[in-house]
């Protein structure tokens, strides 16, 4: 596909995940518990009961992972470090914990040793619970602040010399909103007593918000006086925020759709950006809205490097509502004529609107003047967790809402001028979704939470084709082996002629010393490639063409060629997935046992694999 103007060489794209989302090993190598560990495990607390204990399994399997990252030729990966892992307890006073600094550490190493830019965010929701119990956690602004402080710099500290993109908050409004007024994410305050014991949602998130402002500016000002000048990176904040579209013409549905805005954007935006609170908020508020003083609006306004957005839909506005939250707006996606605004996702808040993006890129762009770093956008499909694998992988309106938000992007960028650095869609994997549990799935890599196996859906495949094509590409970049992989079942009998002149096909004839390709798939020959006198470099060569192109995979004892097919999602039975595999569904990128991937297996064992095979 030939693309007239492309986005540069130093655009920022990769997949986004979030510590507590992913990682599990809650109690492993001296992480301390966060708000999220006992509220998941609350009964009531999530959707199907499920909690955070396990999720992906990606604190054990983060090399698996990065090397599929790398497989799709991804050169960002966002990011979250878990607070309580750094400092078990979180506070200033308190010990640091060196096997979390080092697990961080080695993902970072990792990541750079791939081509892949770390993006990393300090703090994505998972508060150390020892500070919520010493102090009320956000609630408490002396206390808070300085120890938000104190773990922001062990995270420069340690972590900055390597780390060029920094984000100090993901979402304060989910975490304002959900954890102190809704009550529906931890810590799981509010005012409605059949959730919650404790709490006022009239006025707790307001305080919240100012606190987590204020924790924000602060690290801000510690990593641009302390480290940017020889680290030389950059820092700023993420916010969510979705677009508000007035339900019709009237002057007061108009009005209400700023107001949306005002509340949903505005609260931390104006603030950091401009260094004053919306008026409709002052009004709606009063003097439950906490001011800064002189020398805090000095620290906070300006301390953000860029904007960092978090979108993912847009929502028809009416005015008179009763919820704060919303700015005393009412939300719906359903039009004047009864039609829908688009396609409706899993999770009730969420459908699919390209041009409401676009839209939101310009009313950021134009209003607060400074690059966008698009951190989150993304869909999850009705019923995906319902489908078999092999049905759930093929995510048609996961693809739909990228291919709109790909040319909202493109558009807004090249018709419209906004400057516009990164694009991160949520989700690397599907996931523990919080108060979702594991039903509501954001990602373009399908979990099987019973195996942690991943599969490639077909978004991923959309995205990384569509930045393929449309971002420059260094010379001489390789295409990324996820959009070359077989799609089909391996055949009978492989011909390598594509990748040596000097290697023969299966049926051809070959000389008596010719060495025999021994892989199999599930214990009957698949390949049999012969290579003449065995030549110990086109046989290394053909082995670096199975690991790129097939795949391979220890099974007892013997390397065997992965199969190319897809398990059923079973809902009984014990049966090894590679078992259970049909011949007519895609092959997902498998894991060898033990936890060892092709690309590991190409560095750490392939020694004894030659030896094996070649000596």
Same mark, same amino acid.
């Given at each position: 596909?030939?693309?007239?103007?492309?986005?540069?060489?130093?655009?920022?794209?990769?997949?986004?995940?979030?510590?507590?989302?992913?990682?599990?090993?809650?109690?492993?190598?001296?992480?301390?518990?966060?708000?999220?560990?006992?509220?998941?495990?609350?009964?009531? @607390?999530?959707?199907?009961?499920?909690?955070?204990?396990?999720?992906?399994?990606?604190?054990?399997?983060?090399?698996?992972?990065?090397?599929?990252?790398?497989?799709?030729?991804?050169?960002?990966?966002?990011?979250?470090?878990?607070?309580?892992?750094?400092?078990?307890?979180?506070?200033?006073?308190?010990?640091?914990?060196?096997?979390?600094?080092?697990?961080?550490?080695?993902?970072?190493?990792?990541?750079?040793?791939?081509?892949?830019?770390?993006?990393?965010?300090?703090?994505?929701? +998972?508060?150390?619970?020892?500070?919520?119990?010493?102090?009320?956690?956000?609630?408490?602004? +002396?206390?808070?602040?300085?120890?938000?402080?104190?773990?922001?710099?062990?995270?420069?500290?340690?972590?900055?010399?390597?780390?060029?993109?920094?984000?100090?908050?993901?979402?304060?409004?989910?975490?304002?909103?959900?954890?102190?007024?809704?009550?529906?994410?931890?810590?799981?305050?509010?005012?409605?007593?059949?959730?919650?014991?404790?709490? #006022?949602?009239?006025?707790? &998130?307001?305080?919240?918000?100012?606190?987590?402002?204020?924790?924000?500016?602060?690290? %801000?000002?510690?990593?641009?006086?302390?480290?940017?000048?020889?680290?030389?990176?950059?820092?700023?904040?993420?916010?969510?925020?979705?677009?508000?579209?007035?339900?019709?013409?009237?002057?007061?549905?108009?009005?209400?759709?700023?107001?949306?805005?005002?509340?949903?954007?505005?609260?931390?935006?104006?603030?950091?950006?401009?260094?004053?609170?919306?008026?409709?908020?002052?009004?709606?508020?009063?003097?439950?809205?906490?001011?800064?003083?002189?020398?805090?609006?000095?620290? /906070? @306004?300006?301390?953000?490097?860029?904007?960092?957005?978090?979108?993912?839909?847009?929502?028809?506005?009416?005015?008179?509502?009763?919820?704060?939250?919303?700015?005393?707006?009412?939300?719906?996606?359903?039009?004047?004529?009864?039609?829908?605004?688009?396609?409706?996702?899993?999770?009730?808040?969420?459908?699919?609107?390209?041009?409401?993006?676009?839209?939101?890129?310009?009313?950021?762009?134009?209003?607060?003047?400074?690059?966008?770093?698009?951190?989150?956008?993304?869909?999850?499909? @009705?019923?995906?967790?319902?489908?078999?694998?092999?049905?759930?992988?093929?995510?048609?309106?996961? /693809?739909?809402?990228?291919?709109?938000?790909?040319?909202?992007?493109?558009?807004?960028?090249?018709?419209?001028?906004?400057?516009?650095?990164?694009?991160? &869609?949520?989700?690397?994997?599907?996931?523990?979704?919080?108060?979702?549990?594991?039903?509501?799935?954001?990602? %373009?890599?399908? %979990?099987?939470?019973?195996?942690?196996?991943?599969?490639?859906?077909?978004?991923?495949?959309?995205?990384?084709?569509?930045?393929?094509?449309?971002?420059?590409?260094?010379?001489?970049?390789?295409?990324?082996?996820?959009?070359?992989?077989?799609?089909?079942? /391996?055949?009978?009998?492989?011909?390598?002629?594509?990748?040596?002149?000097?290697?023969?096909?299966?049926?051809?004839?070959?000389?008596?010393?010719?060495?025999?390709?021994?892989?199999?798939?599930?214990?009957?020959?698949?390949?049999?490639?012969?290579?003449?006198? !065995? #030549?110990?470099?086109?046989?290394?060569?053909?082995?670096?063409? !199975?690991?790129?192109?097939?795949?391979?995979?220890?099974?007892?004892?013997?390397?065997?060629?992965?199969?190319?097919?897809?398990?059923?999602?079973?809902?009984?039975?014990?049966?090894?997935?590679?078992?259970?595999?049909?011949?007519?569904?895609?092959? &997902?990128?498998?894991?060898?046992?033990?936890?060892?991937?092709?690309?590991?297996?190409?560095?750490?064992?392939?020694?004894?694999?030659?030896?094996?095979?070649?000596?």
């Amino acid at each position: 596909m030939s693309v007239e103007r492309k986005l540069p060489q130093d655009f920022i794209w990769g997949f986004a995940t979030a510590s507590f989302q992913i990682e599990g090993s809650v109690d492993v190598d001296g992480r301390g518990k966060s708000i999220w560990d006992d509220f998941s495990r609350t009964p009531g @607390k999530t959707l199907d009961g499920k909690n955070g204990d396990v999720a992906t399994d990606s604190y054990r399997l983060w090399r698996e992972d990065i090397a599929l990252l790398k497989q799709y030729g991804i050169k960002a990966y966002r990011f979250s470090i878990a607070w309580s892992r750094i400092i078990p307890l979180g506070g200033r006073n308190d010990p640091v914990n060196p096997k979390g600094i080092k697990f961080y550490s080695d993902v970072i190493d990792e990541l750079l040793s791939a081509g892949i830019t770390p993006f990393v965010t300090l703090y994505h929701w +998972d508060l150390p619970q020892e500070l919520h119990n010493r102090y009320g956690g956000w609630l408490n602004k +002396d206390e808070i602040v300085p120890d938000f402080v104190n773990y922001a710099r062990i995270c420069f500290q340690s972590f900055g010399d390597r780390v060029k993109h920094w984000l100090t908050l993901n979402e304060p409004w989910c975490v304002a909103v959900l954890g102190y007024g809704r009550g529906v994410f931890a810590p799981g305050r509010c005012s409605d007593r059949n959730r919650s014991a404790e709490g #006022d949602s009239s006025t707790e &998130p307001w305080i919240v918000a100012h606190n987590l402002i204020l924790s924000h500016a602060s690290a %801000v000002k510690v990593y641009r006086d302390e480290f940017k000048p020889t680290q030389e990176g950059m820092i700023g904040i993420t916010l969510n925020g979705d677009w508000e579209v007035p339900y019709d013409n009237s002057p007061e549905n108009i009005a209400a759709a700023q107001q949306a805005l005002d509340v949903a954007i505005g609260w931390y935006a104006d603030p950091v950006y401009l260094g004053f609170y919306p008026d409709h908020m002052k009004k709606m508020l009063g003097d439950r809205l906490p001011d800064f003083s002189p020398e805090e609006w000095a620290l /906070v @306004k300006g301390s953000s490097d860029f904007y960092g957005m978090n979108t993912y839909t847009t929502n028809l506005a009416k005015a008179g509502g009763e919820d704060e939250f919303q700015g005393l707006v009412d939300y719906t996606f359903t039009r004047a004529d009864g039609t829908e605004l688009g396609t409706q996702a899993h999770c009730a808040w969420l459908q699919t609107y390209p041009e409401g993006f676009r839209a939101l890129l310009n009313y950021v762009w134009k209003r607060y003047k400074l690059p966008i770093y698009v951190t989150e956008n993304g869909f999850a499909v @009705k019923g995906e967790d319902s489908l078999p694998i092999e049905e759930a992988i093929k995510d048609h309106d996961r /693809v739909e809402y990228f291919r709109g938000a790909t040319d909202s992007l493109y558009k807004a960028m090249y018709e419209d001028g906004v400057d516009i650095r990164s694009y991160f &869609p949520w989700s690397f994997l599907d996931n523990f979704e919080w108060a979702d549990g594991y039903g509501t799935r954001f990602g %373009v890599t399908y %979990v099987d939470y019973k195996t942690q196996k991943r599969y490639p859906k077909e978004s991923a495949k959309f995205l990384i084709k569509w930045f393929r094509e449309h971002q420059e590409q260094p010379s001489g970049s390789a295409t990324p082996p996820i959009l070359t992989a077989q799609t089909t079942s /391996v055949p009978e009998h492989l011909s390598l002629d594509s990748h040596s002149s000097a290697t023969t096909a299966t049926n051809s004839p070959s000389a008596k010393t010719a060495w025999r390709c021994p892989l199999k798939t599930n214990g009957n020959l698949a390949c049999g490639h012969e290579i003449a006198n !065995h #030549d110990k470099a086109l046989v290394k060569q053909h082995f670096e063409w !199975h690991l790129t192109q097939v795949g391979l995979a220890v099974r007892n004892g013997e390397l065997e060629l992965l199969d190319s097919s897809t398990p059923s999602k079973e809902k009984t039975g014990t049966t090894p997935p590679l078992e259970r595999a049909t011949a007519t569904t895609p092959r &997902p990128i498998r894991y060898a046992e033990k936890t060892t991937t092709p690309e590991r297996a190409k560095t750490s064992t392939w020694k004894s694999i030659m030896r094996k095979l070649v000596m």
